[in-house]
């Protein structure tokens, strides 16, 4: 089966909060701890469809949303990469490395934003616009990218219901970046809802495809690690679990792609602790 892709590992834990239409009360502040990992791969979707080296793949992230006003959300989210790779794989193209082994330890694209709900009346409604800043670094002799180098904005529109026990949200939106990267189109939705009384159960399908409007150069060996290069795109579908214990709560997911170019072919695993204050 093929798998969920890199560039979904950053999104994985976020998007278990971020594409929620539902804002939190005026002076709430909700934190979500995660570690994410796509281990030990060397096979991508696309041409090329495999990476130089073995590659493991770790994201630790802080998530949160405060209050601003009933109304209105402000949002972050604080990845810290740590990425490996690994031997040599041996292929009809690479006789010989051309990068060396080696791990980076980095912060990723740091994100800050706004979600305004518009609407509450049976169906929630709600603009959303998120910034990644471009604090990622690249590392030449591994390859070692650990997020865009260029700044990321991300207007979305989140609409959801909420039927009892169950709920329904979908989002859509676009990634629009700079520095010559190509932006995306991107849509989704997640369906789920309480089978015990304490657990949520939550499906969900992202799609990201890309606008193939940009030209960035991407060195060479960024190019054999496959690691935030250009028109990176998927469809994901997975399942998230939620225990939730008063304010604190434990996260968990996981996720597989029906298509991709330009990311790997792994699933991605994540869970996480969280608490309103």
């Known amino acids: 089966m093929k798998k969920l892709t890199s560039l979904l590992l950053l999104l994985l834990t976020t998007s278990l909060f971020a594409q929620s239409p539902w804002t939190k009360k005026k002076g709430d502040l909700f934190v979500n701890f995660s570690y994410t ?158 089978i015990t009384k304490n657990i949520w159960l939550i499906g969900y399908v992202d799609v990201v495809k890309s606008f193939k409007n940009g030209e960035v150069n991407i060195p060479i060996n960024n190019s054999l690690t496959g690691l935030y290069v250009n028109d990176q795109e998927y469809g994901a579908y997975g399942l998230k679990g939620i225990l939730q214990l008063c304010d604190l709560g434990i996260t968990a997911s996981f996720g597989n792609a029906f298509f991709g170019n330009n990311v790997p072919k792994k699933t991605a695993f994540s869970i996480g602790i969280f608490n309103t204050f």
Do not use: C, M
């Not at 959801?160 to 989704?188: E, V």
């Open 37 to 194: 990992t796509i281990p030990n791969y060397n096979k991508l979707f696309g041409d090329p469809d495999n990476t130089e080296r073995n590659i493991t793949d770790r994201t630790f992230q802080i998530y949160g949303e405060y209050g601003f006003t009933n109304k209105t959300s402000l949002i972050f989210s604080v990845p810290l990469k740590s990425i490996k790779v690994g031997d040599f794989v041996a292929n009809k193209n690479l006789i010989s490395p051309l990068t060396n082994n080696g791990t980076k330890t980095s912060f990723g694209n740091i994100q800050l934003g706004l979600k305004h709900q518009f609407y509450n009346n049976g169906w929630v409604l709600a603009g959303q616009l998120l910034s990644e800043i471009n604090t990622s670094s690249y590392d030449k002799a591994t390859g070692i990218r650990t997020g865009y180098d260029a700044f990321t904005f991300t207007p979305q529109l989140l609409a959801g219901k909420s039927f009892g026990k169950t709920f329904l949200q979908t989002h859509i939106g676009a990634d629009l970046r700079t520095n010559d990267y190509s932006s995306n189109f991107k849509i989704g939705g997640e369906f789920g809802g309480k």
